[in-house]
Each structure stands twice: as structure tokens, then as C-alpha cells.
């Protein structure tokens, strides 16, 4: 992401990449338990990479204050280490093949080794926060709490009398909103910025948590396989309701032209499940990337980067400000 632009905002993001060095670093630290055995898996997926925006963001908001301390680089590995512990839990209940261009953690060991380096994970990332003061405990404790609802409401699927579509965005605010929002959250709060700005950024994290899963939503239907690094469609070919198969579901009551495509839908994921070549969703996948509903979904997820920026309105101008919102428009004009 460039968040920054000219001599000045260069030279902040300078500073920043030195911080996120360091707390890379920290990881790494953190990461090393007393058994060799549990230190390859439960690095594994630090190891394979990926965005640091938690991180990033963390250090954004303690902008707003004094800048980057060691509690705030210790904010960040904590939300971190949460967020990659999630991601070991989810792709043993998701039976996923490939996290971040590897094999998943449990393909490589077993599900009962990636649970278990994932419990590590989060009792290292409550260890560090535990030192950090109240508020932050108890941030930590529901920011938790939200993660694992919202899994348990993507498993259990939307119950009698809730509407698909209401059921999904709060299961992306839950399982990823709730955890950004506490990335920036943290960063204003051990930055010792204005309490005023506190709940500001934390809507904004939410926010953009949201927007980010559901441009993901587009992105999986992508044919760029260079760029999203897995097949076209893996969700939908897994039977994965995003918000596009759902605004489908919507409008299959009243276009025959729709509810056939559905139908096709379901049909070929309850096969792969059975066993058949994924390819044969093929036809299918090319047509809902190309169907209006993956656009209203690029639109909803736009709509929410927007109203991520407009949470900002309580905060002064300033490079701080404006690399948050570049952070909103970056999210969903990404490829991959």
C-alpha cells in the first residue's frame, strides 16, 4: 500500500517500515516456545508472510498521538499474533488446502497440530497483552469473544427468521472487523493520542475489515490466478456462500434466468463435493463474475471504505489522516 506521498509523508513511511521491522522481529521472538516441536508450526504461517495491516494500522493510530513505543509495537504483535492464530482454527474447520501460497498448516502436520499451534498463538498474543493494562485486557478478551461468535455464526449458517445477507456482513464484522478495530484502536490508545479519537479509528477498523472481506469475495472469482495465488471461484466451488452468490440467491425468485444459475451452482459444488473435477464449475464461475451481482458487491464494498473515511471526520488533517484513507481505498482497489 502507498500510504504516503511527498518528501515528508516518505520520510514518516520510512520511519514506519523500520518500525514494522521491528516488531517482524519481535514475531519472530515471541514465536519461540520451549519445545522444538511446537516452534516450525507455530511459525509457519509467520514465516509464509502476508500483509501486516493489523500491524501497520496499529502504528498508523498511535500516530495520532506520540508515535510508535514499545507498547504500541507490543499492541501490534499481540493483534498479530491473534489474527494468524485465527487462520490456523479456520483452515482446519474450512478443511482449506493452501494459506498464503503454502500447503495449510494441518496438510502439513495434522488437524490436532494446527489447533493446538493456534491455542499458542493466542495464549502468547493474551501473555504480552496481559502486562499492557485493563482496558487492553478486556479489548483483547471481547475483541476474542467476537472472533469465535463469528466463526460459530459462519458454521451454524443464519438461523430461522434471519435475513442471508444481514447474517453474512456481521459475520465479516465479527470474524475480521472486530480484530482491525482493535489494531486501531490500540495504536491510539499506547500512542497516548486524544481519547476522543479512540472510538473514530476503531469504527473505521471495523469498517475496513468488512470492505476488505467483501472485495475478497470479488477478488475469488477472479481469473487472475497470478494475482489471487488460487483457482478462480475456489469459494463457490467449496460451497462458500459469499456475498455474491447470496445477492444471486436473492434474486432467483423473480428471474428464471437466475435461478437456473443457481441451481447450476449448487448442483456442481455439492458434486465436487462428491468427488468431481472442479473444473466442471467452470461455465458457472465465469458467469456470476460477469452477472451484476459481482459488481453490487464491489459497490457495497466501496460503500463501506467510504464510510470508514467518514468515521474519520473527528481527526485533525494530517498525513496521519490521509494515509488512513488511502489504507480505505487501497483495500478495495486491490487484485490479489
Given at each position: 500500500m502507498r500510504l504516503f506521498r511527498g518528501a515528508q509523508d516518505r520520510r514518516q513511511a520510512k520511519e514506519l517500515q523500520d518500525q514494522l521491522e521491528l516488531i517482524e522481529s519481535g514475531?519472530?521472538?515471541?514465536?519461540?516456545?520451549?519445545?522444538p516441536v511446537a516452534d516450525a508450526p507455530a511459525r509457519y504461517l509467520m514465516d509464509a508472510g502476508g500483509k501486516r495491516i493489523r500491524p501497520m494500522l496499529t502504528l498508523l493510530t498511535s500516530e495520532l498521538g506520540d508515535g510508535p513505543n514499545e507498547l504500541v509495537r507490543r499492541a501490534a504483535q499481540a493483534v498479530e499474533m491473534t489474527h494468524l492464530a485465527s487462520l490456523y482454527h479456520d483452515d482446519v474447520m474450512d478443511d482449506a488446502k493452501l494459506?498464503?501460497?503454502?500447503?495449510?498448516?494441518?496438510?502439513?502436520?495434522s488437524n490436532?497440530?494446527?489447533?493446538?499451534?493456534?491455542?499458542?498463538l493466542f495464549a502468547r498474543a493474551s501473555s504480552l497483552v496481559s502486562g499492557m493494562g485493563e482496558e487492553a485486557i478486556l479489548l483483547q478478551a471481547r475483541t476474542f469473544e467476537r472472533l469465535c461468535l463469528g466463526q460459530l455464526h459462519e458454521t451454524v449458517?443464519?438461523?430461522?427468521?434471519?435475513?442471508?445477507?444481514?447474517?453474512?456482513?456481521?459475520v465479516l464484522a465479527d470474524k475480521t472487523g472486530a480484530l482491525i478495530a482493535a489494531a486501531a484502536r490500540m495504536g491510539a490508545m499506547f500512542g497516548r493520542a486524544p481519547s476522543e479519537y479512540a472510538d473514530p479509528v476503531?469504527?473505521?477498523?471495523?469498517?475496513?475489515?468488512?470492505?476488505?472481506?467483501?472485495?475478497?469475495?470479488?477478488?475469488?472469482?477472479?481469473?487472475?490466478?497470478?494475482?489471487?495465488?488460487k483457482r478462480a471461484g475456489t469459494d463457490l466451488r467449496a460451497g462458500v456462500a459469499t456475498l455474491p452468490y447470496l445477492l444471486l440467491q436473492r434474486r432467483a425468485g423473480?428471474?428464471?434466468?437466475?435461478?437456473?444459475?443457481?441451481?447450476r451452482i449448487d448442483a456442481g459444488a455439492a458434486a465436487i463435493a462428491d468427488g468431481a473435477d472442479p473444473g466442471l464449475l467452470d461455465p458457472e464461475?465465469?458467469?456470476?463474475?460477469?452477472?451484476?451481482?459481482?459488481?453490487e458487491t464491489e459497490t457495497t464494498a466501496k460503500r463501506w471504505a467510504?464510510?470508514?473515511?467518514?468515521?474519520?471526520?473527528p481527526l485533525p488533517k494530517s498525513s496521519v489522516k490521509r494515509a488512513l484513507e488511502r489504507m480505505a481505498d487501497s483495500i478495495v482497489n486491490r487484485e490479489g
Open positions: 514475531l519472530m521472538e515471541h514465536l519461540r516456545f520451549a519445545s494459506r498464503r501460497g503454502v500447503p495449510a498448516a494441518q496438510t502439513v502436520w490436532s497440530v494446527a489447533i493446538l499451534a493456534g491455542d499458542l449458517g443464519p438461523q430461522e427468521g434471519d435475513e442471508p445477507i444481514a447474517h453474512y456482513v456481521q476503531m469504527e473505521y477498523g471495523e469498517r475496513i475489515g468488512v470492505a476488505f472481506q467483501l472485495i475478497d469475495d470479488v477478488i475469488d472469482l477472479s481469473p487472475k490466478k497470478e494475482q489471487t495465488g423473480a428471474s428464471a434466468s437466475d435461478a437456473g444459475l443457481l441451481a464461475v465465469e458467469a456470476l463474475r460477469a452477472h451484476e451481482v459481482t459488481r467510504e464510510e470508514a473515511k467518514q468515521s474519520l471526520e
